[in-house]
């Protein structure tokens, strides 16, 4: 099991101004950050990023949301990352989402849902990369 996840401050919460509140909320968790970028991802890297849900019909949409403005993200630490991060962000769709995470107090809808969180150490090893390299960790 590895102790590192990796997350994107989507586009809508960074556009109405929620980094810095679920900066905190991630840190509050007790998340550390291992690396970190303020960006904006071509409709291109958007699409490579999420591939895996190429065939969903979803996917041009969720192309389109992840290259409309800027997003931050990050590669954090902590014991059981990936599962305490997906219970920390909460629900893919808000609507179903916990009181107390990320989502439920940031999120708009199932597309516009203010972050992103690896689904298994595998993906946050390969997510990570995409987005940093050795010399941008520490
Ligand atoms: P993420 O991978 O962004 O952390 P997730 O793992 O909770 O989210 P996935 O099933 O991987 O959910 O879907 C990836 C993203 O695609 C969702 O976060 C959301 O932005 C978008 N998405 C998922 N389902 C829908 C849908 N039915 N309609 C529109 N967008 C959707
Ligand atoms: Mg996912």
């Not at 990050?74 to 059981?80: G, Q």
């Not at 997906?86 to 999120?107: H, M």
């Not at 199932?110 to 960790?137: C, K, M, P, T, Y």
């Amino acid at each position: 099991m590895s102790n590192r996840t990796f997350t994107m401050i989507k586009p809508d919460a960074t556009a109405k101004g929620f980094t810095g509140g679920i900066l905190e909320m991630m840190l509050k968790a007790g998340f550390s950050i291992k690396a970190m970028k303020w960006t904006k991802l071509s409709t291109e890297q958007a699409g490579a990023f999420y591939a895996i849900h190429k065939e969903r019909p979803f996917y041009r949409e969720l192309v389109e949301f992840m290259s409309s403005g800027p997003i931050v993200a990050a590669i954090l630490e902590k014991e059981n990352a990936v599962a305490d991060f997906r219970t920390l962000i909460g629900a893919t769709n808000p609507a179903n989402a916990e009181e107390g995470t990320i989502r439920k107090k940031y999120a708009a809808s199932v597309g516009e849902n203010a972050v992103h969180g690896s689904d298994s150490d595998e993906n946050a090893i390969i997510e990570s990369n995409f987005f940093f390299s050795e010399l941008e960790r520490y």
